[in-house]
Structure formats: C-alpha cells, structure tokens
T-cell receptor
Framework: AQKITQTQPGMFVQEKEAVTLDCTYD???????LFWYKQPSSGEMIFLIY??????QNATEGRYSLNFQKARKSANLVISASQLGDSAMYFC?????????????FGAGTRLFVKA | GAVVSQHPSWVICKSGTSVKIECRSL??????MFWYRQFPKQSLMLMAT?????????EQGVEKDKFLINHASLTLSTLTVTSAHPEDSSFYIC????????????FGDGTRLSIL
C-alpha cells in the first residue's frame, strides 16, 4: 500500500529565508508521481510542483524546488526567499501510475509560519 | 488551464437531510473524479473514486450507502450525503484531471458542510 509521511506538524521561517519541508513516501510501483500542494486558510488546494518517478532532474517552479532522493524515497520541498504569503498548510502527495486517472493520497501536512 | 467547479461552497442544514454536492470539469472531460474529505487541521482523506458510467470505488471504511456517488457524464460527478448527521460535518473537496495528463489533479474549491 502506498504511504506518505510528513513528520513536521509545524515549521517557522524568517521572511526572505529558505525553508525545507520534509516528505517521505513508500510505494512498490515503479511509476509514480509526487506533488506538493499549498492550502491557505480559505481551503482551496494550490498545486505547487510535480516530480515524476522517472524524471532525472529535480523539479523547479519559481521559488519552489523539489529535492528528489529516489533511493531514500524522499521528496522534500524547498521554498526559497520566503514571503509572508507563504504562510499556509503544505501537503505532500503521491499518485501511483502516470496519468490523471490514478488516485492521489496525501500526507498529514506541515503548517508553515513565515515571520516578519 | 483545466478548471474544476464545485457547488455549493457552503451548506448548513438540519440533521436527517440529504445533501448533494456537484463537481464539474469545465473545460475537459474526466472519466475519473475523486472525492476527498477533510476534517479541521487534518489532511485530505480519499473517500472514493468516481468512474463515469460505472460504480464508484470506495476506500476502506467509507460507507457507500451514506455517501452516494454518481458520475453520469464526462463532466459531472455528484456526491450525496444521505440522512446527514452532525458527524458528517466536514470539508468535502473533489478533484479531476484530463485522462492523458500526467501532472496535477485539479481541485474544486471545496464544500463546507455543517449539519445542525
């Protein structure tokens, strides 16, 4: 069975500094996708970044980068130059299979607080 | 980009009422949609996979008679919470993706259900 683990319930970071949110996963499927989503207090799910299991390069999207360590089964999110608007809940998620028809499961989440 | 619309955003109703939540893919066809439930300060828990033209696939522990899912067209899935009780109060959110897309699921904005 697939599993996603986020061990940091809450994290604090100073504005303009970088922060790493941890995520480990477990799957026996060789084809999978890893995602990070941001959920502000309003509730909507905002897609941040995607890493496919066969991707050779670590994914980057603006200030977001994904540190993909396949052998360790980790997919940590790095947010550079934190902004006050980054304060939110962050979820790591995994989909076994390589298209949108496969279900996605979520980790417990990490609440990020950005301090001015 | 792909857009998923969820309606209603808020529902407040009396115990014993049945509540229907709609999830529509506005600019793509979705043979598969997903329904999640989220309690306050918790993660998204997958309830079921909605399959167009066939029965939904429910996750373990989810009562299929309580949460009725209908996916009658390629752009619409509905979740009906039957005979709702206060413990059914939660945030319900749907997602979908074009079948060939390998990146993110697209989420609706969610429905906050409060049963009095």
């Amino acid at each position: 069975a697939q599993k996603i683990t986020q061990t940091q319930p809450g994290m604090f970071v100073q504005e303009k500094e970088a922060v790493t949110l941890d995520c480990t996963y477990d799957t026996s499927d060789p084809s999978y996708g890893l995602f990070w989503y941001k959920q502000p207090s309003s509730g909507e799910m905002i897609f941040l970044i995607y890493q496919g299991s066969y991707d050779q390069q670590n994914a980057t999207e603006g200030r977001y980068s994904l540190n993909f360590q396949k052998a360790r089964k980790s997919a940590n999110l790095v947010i550079s130059a934190s902004q006050l608007g980054d304060s939110a809940m962050y979820f790591c998620a995994m989909r076994e299979g390589n298209t949108g028809g496969f279900k996605t499961i979520f980790g417990a989440g990490t609440r990020l607080f950005v301090k001015a | 980009g792909a857009v998923v619309s969820q309606h209603p955003s808020w529902v407040i109703c009396k115990s014993g009422t049945s509540v229907k939540i709609e999830c529509r893919s506005l600019d793509f066809q979705a043979t598969t949609m997903f329904w999640y439930r989220q309690f306050p300060k918790q993660s998204l828990m997958l309830m079921a996979t909605s399959n167009e033209g066939s029965k939904a696939t429910y996750e373990q522990g989810v009562e299929k008679d309580k949460f009725l899912i209908n996916h009658a067209s390629l752009t619409l899935s509905t979740l009906t919470v039957t005979s709702a009780h206060p413990e059914d109060s939660s945030f319900y959110i749907c997602s979908a993706s074009p079948a060939t897309e390998d990146r993110s699921q697209h989420f609706g904005d969610g429905t906050r259900l409060s049963i009095l």
